[in-house]
């Protein structure tokens, strides 16, 4: 089955400086890879999404880039902010019937310093 | 506002108990998942429902039986649940399979 591996577990940054977060997936039917945010106490939120037909998406102070040949995806925030801070999944997706099995990775706990 | 809505918030049973936990989005979405989360860890995947058929099983243990009553609605029948089953257990939904999940809030379950 699909095993997704997330680095660093822990992350600190000082406010403003960039944060980047790097996965690895072991399955090459994978084709979408979700990126979530999830706070304290709350649910998971996907903050971004990207899939195998594309190499680079960008949403404001974050970004997505995807090597489907060496099986790695990266979460790139720019310019961070307090409100930042939280643990940060990857996940890798394949589809499955007519639903997705969407696996997570261990997750990054980012804090930002102010 | 979250458009998937979990009951209970939170939850505490027996080992001997049975209850269930229930899940609605009226979002149209036709694929359903229960998660678990524990503390400091990811979500893990249980069940898929696709157009109210299970489609995946991660097997879990049969004290953990779900139900898809109509695709508005995912339950999660509890029975001689173990404390180790304490955890969050998230309900989501999505459009299809191309599509991202989205969460509810979670069930807090504790077993005693």
């Known amino acids: 089955g699909e095993n997704v591996e997330q680095h660093p577990s822990t992350l600190s940054v000082q406010e403003g400086d960039s944060a980047v977060i790097k996965c690895t997936y072991s399955?090459?039917?994978?084709?979408?890879f979700p990126w979530y945010k999830q706070e304290l106490g709350k649910r998971p939120q996907l903050i971004i999404d990207?899939?195998?037909?594309?190499g680079e998406k960008k949403d404001q102070r974050i970004a997505v880039t995807l090597n489907k040949t060496a099986k790695h995806f990266s979460l790139h925030i720019t310019e961070t902010q307090p409100e930042d801070s939280a643990v940060y999944f990857c996940?890798?997706?394949?589809?499955?019937?007519?639903?997705?099995?969407?696996?997570f990775g261990s997750g990054t706990r980012l804090s930002i310093r102010p | 506002d979250t458009e998937v809505t979990q009951t209970p918030k939170h939850l505490v049973m027996g080992m001997t108990n049975k209850k269930s936990l229930k899940c609605e989005q009226h979002?149209?979405?036709?694929?359903m998942y229960w998660y678990k989360q524990k503390a400091k860890k990811p979500p893990e995947l249980m069940f898929v429902?696709?157009?109210?058929?299970?489609?995946i099983n991660e097997s879990v243990p049969s004290r953990f039986s779900p139900e898809c009553p109509n695709s508005s609605l995912l339950n999660l029948h509890l029975h001689a649940l173990q404390p180790e089953d304490s955890a969050l257990y998230l309900c989501?939904?999505?459009?299809?399979?191309?599509?991202?999940?989205?969460f509810g809030n979670g069930t807090r379950l504790t077993v005693t």
């Open positions: 989501a939904s999505s459009q299809d399979r191309y599509s991202p999940l989205h």
């Open positions: 429902y696709s157009y109210e058929k299970l489609s």
């Open positions: 979002m149209g979405h036709r694929a």
């Open positions: 990207i899939r195998s037909n594309v």
């Open positions: 996940a890798a997706s394949m589809e499955w019937s007519s639903a997705s099995k969407i696996i």
């Open positions: 399955d090459s039917a994978s084709n979408y």
